[in-house]
């Protein structure tokens, strides 16, 4: 692998709550991972289980109640709001929410809404929209499209702006919460052969996503959360076809291919039954 | 693993869902009083053209619940047709599959079946009939009536189509009062049993959640619980299992395979997972820039594609499939879909795009 072993992120025994007083429940607990440059590592695992409270942690959008984060060596995890927010500013890391509406304001033109992290930066005008379209079309973004709201397109359109917003200022670390969840599979080929490209070029990625077929085919390692705790992470192939964590295999068996049928209930009972056992 | 090798034909002539295992301690599949639906966005625009003398037909045992005729759907602003006629017929208990191509028109077909096209758009040929009825001419209150209870649907973003400042259950509660005439207290109990059906671990929390507290998944299936909750004829499912786990996708799959048992809910399924299509769907659509570039039973057009563009859509699909990584899979060297000797390949409708050829050609 690309990986030269320099950590972009590391996470050491992450823990975070939600909630206050009786409603205060963990959601993460445990957790650590580290992310090099050139690497990168899916996360799988149940809906609920606190893989987008990962991510907002990471980028400090929740605050972590337990545990270190460095990012780039430095340690962030006492930051204030008002670190946090440069931080970001900066666009070191970035984060494709897994709504896309979320990601883009929905008053702005897409194409605002893409050049608007450049002239932050200090990019000049003519260059950021250069850039911003260049991004569009490496998504496969119809030009017409161009000008409209995030609320005029399709699930799928909206879906790949979100993520060519967040590759314009060339971050270091990218997390992406279900990039490809509304696209079809020449769309999805297109943004995964793109994270491929990023990884080459030493970026750092996390990839949050329910499509095993597409984690297998990106990662080069995969973390599996299960109920706040990361409980098998590994090579990504092995991860998938041998997982070794009754919870793993529950996952990896109860996917349908076109080729093969998922287990059956009876089957994925059995399963969950090694799972309490 | 329990993973039973199927080549196309085989799983494709099965396409009921799983066997119907008894479920042993899960929770109830389904609550049954009558209940309604998401609340739709967005007044009706309603749907112009077709015959109106068609409503005719008294619904007989295995009539329709959903005949698409010829449907065009128009941008009248940038007077661009968008969608150039989609035709189905659905009937209680089968389910029909539309996939293909980012942009191409599955979501605005939906929506123009539910007389919830946005502004500036409208059905310009071609006609809807929902359980016997055309929808053309439909007032608001008749639209009330039928949605819900007649069919109601669960769409791509979830979080749009919920109350962000109220509890969920108190939405989900209120919709079931409104349409069932449930007292509060029963109206809880329904709203709990809903939760409970589509597999919420902890429905009493979810009960008393704000949408922001709900991850992408949670969000999904309680309106997947809304739109079953008024046991509708019609279910139109627009990428509904995308924001869930395969664990509790393949439970939400079997709780609608009972439903379609049971009750003889019809299934639109829009979905980009070729594997759920193949699983759930009957027949399939495949739409690619606002046309439907081939149509029919599952087995055929899954597994002995016709028109080039469905060749790519597969071999795409199969490009990052699991196949490839399943341990114990055979198939792994050979992701291609098994080509059907006599098909003619030159068959389709129209032809691909010089670069997705190349694609296509890179591919085999
Ligand atoms: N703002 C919040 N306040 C309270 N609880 C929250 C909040 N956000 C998330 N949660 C809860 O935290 C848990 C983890 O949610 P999270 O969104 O991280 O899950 P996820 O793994 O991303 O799930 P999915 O795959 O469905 O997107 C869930 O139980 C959720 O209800
Ligand atoms: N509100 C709107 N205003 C303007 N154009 C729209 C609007 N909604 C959709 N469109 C356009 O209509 C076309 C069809 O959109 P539709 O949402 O039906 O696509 P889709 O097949 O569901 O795609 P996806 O798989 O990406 O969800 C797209 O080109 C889209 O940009
Ligand atoms: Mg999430
Ligand atoms: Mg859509």
Sequence with gaps: MSADGRPVLQVADLEVHYGLRRRRRRVLHGVSLSVARGETVGVIGETGSGKSTFARAVLGLVRASGGRILIDGEDVSRYSARQWRALRRRGVVQY????????????????????????????????????????????????????????????????RVAVARVLVTEPALIILDEPVSALDSANRVGILEILKELRDAGV?????????????????????????????????????????????????????????????????????????? | MTRTRSDGTATATVPAARPADPPAGQPPAVPSPAVPSPAVPSPAVAPTTAD??????????????????????????????????????????RAVGIVGESGSGKTLTCRAILGILPAHFAVSAGSIEIA????????????????????????????????????????????????????????????????????????????????????????????????????????????????????????????LADLRERNGLALVVVSHDLAVVAQVCDEVLVMREGEVVEHGPTADVLYHPRHEYTRLLIAEHEQYGLDRYLADSDSTTDPDPDPDPEADPHAGIGPVAGEQRKELDDVR
């Design chain 1, 96 to 159: 494709v929410f897994q709504d896309p509406l979320r990601s883009l304001d929905p008053d702005l033109p897409i194409e605002e809404s893409l050049i608007e992290p450049l002239l932050v930066q200090g990019v000049g005008r003519k260059e950021a929209v250069e850039r911003g379209r260049a991004y569009l079309a490496r998504v496969r973004l119809d030009s017409e499209l161009f000008g409209r709201l995030p609320g005029e397109l399709s699930g799928g359109q909206r879906q």
């Design chain 1, 204 to 277: 750092a990625l996390i990839f949050i996503s329910h499509d095993l077929g597409s984690v297998a085919g990106v990662a080069d390692r995969i973390a599996v959360l299960y109920q706040g705790e990361f409980v098998e992470v590994g090579d990504a192939r092995a991860v998938i076809s041998n997982p070794r964590h009754p919870y793993a295999r529950l996952l990896v068996g109860s996917a349908p291919t076109l080729r093969s049928a998922a287990a059956s209930r009876a089957e994925r009972d059995a399963l969950r039954a090694l799972l309490h056992a």
């Design chain 2, 52 to 93: 109106p003398q068609s409503a005719a037909a008294p619904p007989a045992a295995q009539a329709p619940a959903l005949t698409v005729r010829g449907v065009r759907i128009r941008d009248e602003v940038n007077d661009r047709e968008i969608v150039h006629g989609v035709s189905f017929e659905l009937r209680p208990g």
């Design chain 2, 132 to 255: 016997g009825r055309d929808i053309a001419g439909l007032t608001t209150p008749q639209w009330t009536d039928l949605r819900g209870s007649t069919i109601s649907a669960v769409f791509q973003d979830p979080a749009s189509y919920l109350n962000p400042s109220l509890k969920v259950g108190v939405q989900i509660a209120e919709v079931i009062q409104v349409k069932s005439g449930l007292r509060r207290r029963a109206a809880r109990r329904r709203a709990l049993e809903l939760l409970t059906a589509v597999h919420l671990r902890d429905p009493e929390l979810v009960y008393d959640q704000y949408t922001f507290e709900l991850s992408g998944g949670m969000l999904q299936r309680v309106l997947i619980a809304t739109a079953i909750a008024a046991d509708p004829q019609v279910l139109i499912a627009d990428e509904a299992t995308t924001a869930l786990d395969v664990t509790v996708q393949a439970e939400i799959l079997d709780l």
